[in-house]
Nanobody
Framework: QVHLVESGGGLVQAGGSLRLSCEAS?????????IGWFRQAPGKEREFVAA????????SYADSVKDRFTISADNGRRTVHLQMTRLKPEDTAVYYC???????????WGQGTQVTVSS
């Protein structure tokens, strides 16, 4: 089983940057997992932000964050980072990281970290 802990959220002005981290622990073979970042703003449904495969590093992004956010995996530290740049007020949300294996649904979730972007 994998356990995920997010960190790095906070308050930033529009146009600024933040880096979120998702540390994975547990005895599972983490290299077989994909790690995704999702976000949920007040009154809205949770939405996909970005994902990375531990094995091979292939990445994917939501159109709303493409060219502004970068997801990366530090295999040695079992940590996935989400570098967020040119932040906008509409990026304000609780950000969650999640893990899945293969084509399964994301089944392991972190507790979330708040990101607030002021205008």
């Amino acid at each position: 089983q994998v356990h995920l802990v997010e960190s790095g959220g906070g308050l930033v002005q529009a146009g600024g940057s933040l880096r979120l981290s998702c540390e994975a622990s547990g005895r599972a073979f983490i290299s077989t997992y994909a790690i995704g970042w999702f976000r949920q703003a007040p009154g809205k449904e949770r939405e996909f932000v970005a994902a990375v495969l531990w094995n091979g590093g292939r990445t994917s992004y939501a159109d709303s964050v493409k060219d502004r956010f970068t997801i990366s995996a530090d295999n040695g530290r079992r940590t996935v980072h989400l570098q967020m740049t040119r932040l906008k007020p509409e990026d304000t949300a609780v950000y969650y990281c999640a893990a899945k294996r293969g084509t399964a649904e994301y089944s392991v979730w972190g507790q979330g970290t708040q990101v607030t972007v002021s205008s």
